[in-house]
């Protein structure tokens, strides 16, 4: 994944190991649950929700050579249309931070899980290591030309989709290093359809991964959002 942002104070979270004290000073007595659930850090509640799945970023320039590609699990749908628009967390601790910042356009690639392995290995580098060989060469990664931006694709058998973005706002960037990205181009590998051989995988937030598995069709009953089904 990409390089963990440095440890910051939390503020308004207290341990679960931490007793309380009432308005007298006294400690309040902790019951292990709460209507049956267990207490959990606010420190992790974001594994529940971060199983989006894992996704390869690319930015730069493939004509110039100056491409690079990371890999992220933190990003979100903000918008259907008009425009459509993705969320995604991108810091300074990250070497294509600089890239975006400049260029303003980039690539989400959606690998399948054959490539599980590789995507965590290049999440677990960066482009700022003393190492003369680039990503790119050094995991067998396809760069292939772009439609609508310079940064390039992700090729080869096992990338499921492509999707071509452009900087929309980045009032978020300075503040939460979230960055909202405009879809102006997007493909889909017609071998790694969703669901028709492509499975992705999930982050869990704590190195363990899920993978697709069962679809579970409930378009009948979703009545209120029948425009977005296909």
Not at 201 to 210: A, E, P
Request: proline share 7%; with cysteine; aromatic share 6%.
């Amino acid at each position: 994944m990409a390089r963990k942002r440095k440890a910051q104070e939390e503020h308004g979270e207290t341990s679960a190991s931490s007793p309380k004290r009432n308005a007298s000073g006294k400690k309040e007595s902790q019951s292990p649950n709460h209507h049956d659930f267990d207490p959990y850090p606010v420190s992790k509640a974001y594994r529940f929700i971060e199983p989006g799945p894992v996704l390869l970023v690319t930015t730069g320039s493939l004509a110039d050579s100056t491409h690079n590609v990371m890999t992220i699990g933190f990003h979100m749908v903000i918008q259907h249309e008009s425009p459509p628009l993705i969320g995604i967390s991108l810091g300074p601790w990250d070497a294509s931070f600089a890239a975006l910042k400049k260029q303003r356009e980039c690539v989400l690639a959606v690998p399948s899980v054959e490539m599980a392995g590789v995507v965590v290995d290049v999440g677990n580098c960066s482009a700022d290591d003393d190492d003369e060989t680039s990503k790119w060469e050094r995991f067998g990664l396809d760069a292939l030309p772009a439609g609508r931006v310079k940064a390039p694709l992700v090729g080869g058998p096992h990338v499921i989709a492509n999707i071509e973005c452009v900087v929309e706002d980045t009032k978020m960037v300075s503040k939460y290093s979230m960055w909202v990205l405009k879809p102006v181009k997007a493909w889909i590998n017609p071998d790694k359809i969703p669901g028709e051989g492509g499975k992705m995988f999930h982050h869990r937030g704590d190195g363990t991964f899920v993978v697709d598995g069962d679809i579970l069709d409930l378009k009948d009953r979703m009545v209120k959002w029948q425009e977005f089904q296909d």
